[in-house]
């Protein structure tokens, strides 16, 4: 995995953003968005990970499209951003865009070092994370989601759940006394990422203010 660094390395508030090739060419835009190393006294950090669908699937499933199954790396991803969370003084927040998402949902039930997740149009149609979701504890005060109102309408018939499951995933987490917002967003599921993400991250910090 690569690290790439945005505004200050001594900031007291990190997010954390695992991305691919399409979401490191926004970095910088989505950055700007949020005032990243401008207005904003605040460090963001996005790791490209090496396999999308191995590294930040929390465990094995079949592929969904194409060929490429999900190889359930997500455990020895997270053990590498912990280790960027190193500082007891900083606030660190974890979040990202579509299975990215859903990586920073299952984040937070598997440790309290985030102050936060944002995830923007999750893929919370994978398989049996909803019902995962349902048996854990979720270990942080803040949870942002959103959804493209396109996304679900799909010929994928797996992918076309994903309206139906993100408004359970709400359910589940407001059901546990979580802060949680679930916003609507104009389009299908390739629009706007890098704005979509930085309307996560901005509720997130200011739910936590």
């Known amino acids: 995995m690569d690290i790439y660094r945005y505004g200050s390395a001594d900031a007291p508030i990190v ?7 399409h979401d490191l060419s926004l970095m910088d835009q989505e950055a700007d968005l949020i005032g990243v190393g401008q207005t904003r ?11 999308w669908n191995r590294d930040l699937s929390p ?3 079949s592929a969904v499209f194409g060929n490429q199954a999900f190889g359930g790396g997500a455990q020895e991803t997270l053990m590498e951003i912990k280790r960027l969370c190193d500082d007891p003084e900083k606030k660190y927040y ?8 859903l990586f920073a949902l299952w984040a ?21 994370f909803t019902a995962y979701l ?20 799909t010929r994928n018939q797996v ?30 599921h390739f629009m706007d990422s890098e704005k ?14």
């Open 15 to 21: 997010l954390i953003q695992p991305v691919d090739e």
């Open 41 to 51: 006294d605040i460090g963001l950090i996005a790791i490209k990970v090496d396999d």
């Open 59 to 61: 465990w094995a499933a």
């Open 94 to 101: 974890i979040g990202g865009y579509s299975l990215a998402g």
């Open 108 to 128: 937070v039930t598997e440790t309290d070092i985030f102050a936060g997740a944002a995830a923007a149009s999750p893929s919370v149609w994978f398989s049996g």
């Open 134 to 153: 349902d048996r854990h504890d979720i270990r942080t005060g803040s949870v942002y989601l959103s959804l493209g109102d396109k996304e679900e309408k």
């Open 159 to 188: 992918m076309a759940c994903v309206g139906e499951q993100i408004k359970k995933t709400y359910s589940i987490i407001r059901g546990k006394g979580v802060n949680c917002i679930l916003e609507w967003n104009k389009g299908n």
């Open 196 to 209: 979509r993400t930085a309307r996560a991250f901005e509720w997130v910090l200011g739910s936590d203010a």
